[in-house]
């Protein structure tokens, strides 16, 4: 059973910066994509980042590009993700997420974690 598990989450100040971090475990991840989402109370999950699974290639949304960064791999089985910068509107819960095949489509997700970002 695919299980995804964050951590890193928590309250900081505009400007600050905080690394997120996924564990995968229960399958073979090594052809992998990895990746973040988030979601904002009152709205829609929206993609953040990924990064393919030999970790060569990163794609960002355009409303983090500059500011996170996105390490690691499906064969590492972790995947961080580093936030600089932080805004008050990069408040959300960050899910981590895997694609199975390297189509762009996540398909399984963790539980998330919760970053605040107070003005």
């Known amino acids: 059973q695919v299980q995804l598990v964050e951590s890193g989450g928590g309250v900081v100040q505009s400007g600050d910066s905080l690394r997120l971090s996924c564990a995968a475990s229960?399958?073979?991840?090594?052809?992998?994509?990895m990746g973040w989402a988030r979601q904002a109370p009152g709205k829609e999950r929206e993609f953040v980042a990924s990064?393919?699974?030999?970790?060569?290639?990163?794609t960002y949304s355009d409303s983090v590009k500059g500011r996170f960064t996105i390490t690691g791999n499906g064969f590492e089985k972790t995947v961080r993700l580093y936030m600089n910068n932080l805004r008050p509107e990069d408040t959300a819960n960050y899910f981590c997420?895997?694609?199975?095949?390297?189509?762009?489509?996540?398909?399984?997700w963790g539980q998330g974690t919760q970053v605040t970002v107070s003005s």
């Open positions: 997420a895997a694609d199975r095949t390297n189509d762009g489509e996540f398909d399984f």
């Open positions: 229960g399958g073979d991840f090594k052809s992998f994509a």
């Open positions: 990064i393919n699974w030999n970790g060569r290639v990163a």
